[in-house]
């Protein structure tokens, strides 16, 4: 079993940046593709990106391609999402969620087998 945390969320500025953190627990965290959504009220949750056990492949909603990079460090069972040029849009619940197959990245919620509580994001106009 994988518990995750979410971390690095806040407020910031139209244009600025921010780099969540998705904290791992387990000693098997790299035999798990990973995944980041987002979610705002009354919406469901949506695909942000995804990446494979390695880190080697990566996959991300056509709409946020250039802007947004996820990335992963195996020795620190962490998962990142790096969010460059943000946008009032981008303001939403992010998740990061964990997926028993580690070469399998998928775009779906019901793919993932464990989600974390998630960290708000909010993008200021």
């Known amino acids: 079993q994988v518990q995750l945390i979410e971390s690095g969320g806040g407020l910031v500025q139209a244009g600025g940046s921010l780099r969540l953190s998705c904290a791992a627990s387990?000693?098997?965290?790299?035999?798990?593709?990973i995944g980041w959504f987002r979610q705002t009220p009354g919406n469901e949750r949506e695909f942000v990106a995804a990446?494979?056990?390695?880190?080697?492949?990566?996959d991300y909603a056509d709409s946020l391609k250039g802007r947004f990079t996820i990335s992963r460090d195996n020795a620190k069972n962490t998962v990142y999402l790096q969010m460059n040029s943000l946008k009032p849009e981008d303001t939403a619940v992010y998740y990061c969620?964990?997926?028993?197959?580690?070469?399998?990245?998928?775009?779906?919620?019901?793919?993932?087998?464990?989600w974390g509580q998630g960290t708000q994001v909010t993008v200021s106009s």
């Open positions: 969620a964990a997926r028993n197959r580690p070469y399998y990245m998928s775009r779906k919620t019901f793919d993932y087998d464990y």
């Open positions: 387990g000693r098997t965290f790299s035999s798990y593709s």
């Open positions: 990446i494979n056990r390695s880190g080697g492949t990566t």
